[in-house]
């Protein structure tokens, strides 16, 4: 780009997609174009189309290690976490499983706005309380705290399996059992777990996973919502209309005539209208890839590559990273979030640091984010007032050298004092 190479550390927002990926979404619109259906009951196109995406459903399945009816197509992890809340809040929802009036949802002070502002709406709108778990001061889940923190009838907890801003990973398993043993369902947020490591829904005993395919090699705007099935069987939908129902009738009633309609089991009762076919298709060819190349390799890669990037971070003047400052395997995502001080020790702002890199690098643009990654209680509680810092963020196409060309530019960056923060910063952008 402009005669420069990229070096690209913002997969934690979107990954890069392979030509697979985009080869299947433009194949879907040059050869295909069409809406699916059964070819007894439509066309030719509409019948490939059918058969693609109903395998994209299959691979996606037994890529997380689900049934394909607990898969439901969503446009991101945000619509996924949304549609839980929502459906188990519903008066339609059994008794058995829903949240009402005087019951709770838990989640951390860490989450993503994504995890945190559909439970909010919960307790705005239906009187479900949130009840909000402080994180320790590096952003860590001690799970005796956790457990003693539990209050009485809490229907649901909801957690991110890996923190977009400290890149901790959370111990899902011991979170899971905490919460089942309390009676509770659990919801995990994948988004920035998934891409990265092999996943088994099943093993782990999760009620509902959401993750976001473009962080995963898939096209943008498309994720997925994992829940059991038994659960989903008892939900209602969320979103209604075609699709979503296999009978509609409109017969006399009080009042005058009513709409009844049949719905559909799940997944399809939660995907309302037609979908974002191409999107599926191609998230069914990010899954083929991720599959090739091996999440256990994928891992493997980002493993080395993470501590190499923390342990060189380590060793820069002025770079404080946030959250755990060593890394361990297993424990730490495939991304590492800082600030810099100048030589005068006042912090550079980071979006002078994000456009210095884009910008100011020889030969090279090095594309990081920075801002509040849609965590401000988190950035609060970690004593960022600023509610900004830099992030870079791995995948499996990085390298070792993408990683020196960041600590070079941010060696050089501090010598030059780019541009300290201006104390009087009203609002950091997200
Ligand atoms: C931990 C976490 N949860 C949720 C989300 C929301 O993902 P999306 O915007 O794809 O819905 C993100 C996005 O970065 C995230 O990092």
């Not at 947020?189 to 959401?210: E, N, R, S, T, W």
């Not at 919502?225 to 699709?243: C, I």
Request: glycine residues 12%; hydrophobic residues 40%; aromatic residues 6%.
């Amino acid at each position: 780009m402009d005669g420069k190479k990229l070096v690209y550390l913002d997969s934690a927002c979107q990954s890069l997609r392979p030509r697979q990926v985009a080869d299947a979404i433009g194949g879907y619109y040059s050869d295909l174009g069409s809406c699916t259906g059964l070819l007894a009951s439509s066309n030719a196109l509409a019948a490939r189309t059918q058969s693609l995406v109903s395998e994209a459903r299959v691979k996606m399945a037994r890529f997380i290690g689900a049934d394909e009816s607990e898969v439901i197509w969503q446009p991101n992890t945000t619509y996924g976490m949304n549609l839980v809340a929502m459906s188990l809040s519903s008066r339609y929802c059994p008794p058995g499983i829903r949240m009402a009036k005087g019951d709770n949802v838990v989640t951390t002070d860490a989450e993503h706005h994504s995890g945190l502002l559909p439970f909010w709406k919960l307790e705005q709108e239906k009187g479900v309380r949130h009840r909000i778990f402080p994180v320790g001061s590096g952003g860590e889940i001690d799970l005796q705290k956790f457990q003693d923190f539990l209050p009485r009838r809490t229907r649901l907890i909801s957690v991110a399996w890996a923190s977009n801003v400290t890149g901790i990973i959370n111990p899902v398993e011991g979170l899971v059992k905490i919460a089942h043993d309390n009676g509770s369902m659990v919801l995990v947020d994948g988004a920035q777990y998934a891409p990265h490591h092999p996943v088994d829904v099943g093993a782990l005993k999760m009620d509902f996973l959401a993750l976001s395919v473009h962080k995963m090699c898939g096209p943008s705007g498309t994720g997925v919502l994992f829940g059991v099935r038994e659960l989903l069987e008892e939900m209602p939908a969320v979103m209604v209309g075609g699709e979503t129902v296999d009978d509609v009738s409109i017969a006399d009633g009080p009042g005058g005539p009513k709409v009844s309609p049949r719905f559909r089991g799940p997944p399809e009762r939660f995907e309302p209208g037609l979908q974002n076919f191409a999107g599926i298709i191609g998230a069914g060819a990010a899954v083929d890839y991720l599959s090739k190349v091996g999440m256990e390799a994928v891992e493997r890669h980002e493993d080395g590559l993470t501590g190499y990037m923390m342990s060189r971070l380590a060793d820069v003047p002025g770079v404080e990273v946030v959250g755990p400052q060593a890394y361990e395997a297993g424990k730490h995502a495939a991304l590492a979030s800082f600030r810099v001080r100048g030589k005068e020790g006042k912090l550079i702002e980071s979006d002078r640091i994000a456009r210095w890199m884009d910008e100011g690098v020889p030969g090279h643009k090095i594309l990081l984010r920075s801002g509040g990654h849609e965590a401000h209680p988190l950035l609060r509680r970690l004593g960022i007032p600023e509610l900004s810092t830099s992030r870079a963020s791995l995948y499996l196409y990085n390298e070792e050298a993408d990683v020196r060309l960041l600590i070079e530019a941010l060696t050089k960056l501090r010598q030059l004092d780019v541009g300290t923060k201006n104390p009087g910063s009203p609002r950091a952008p997200n």
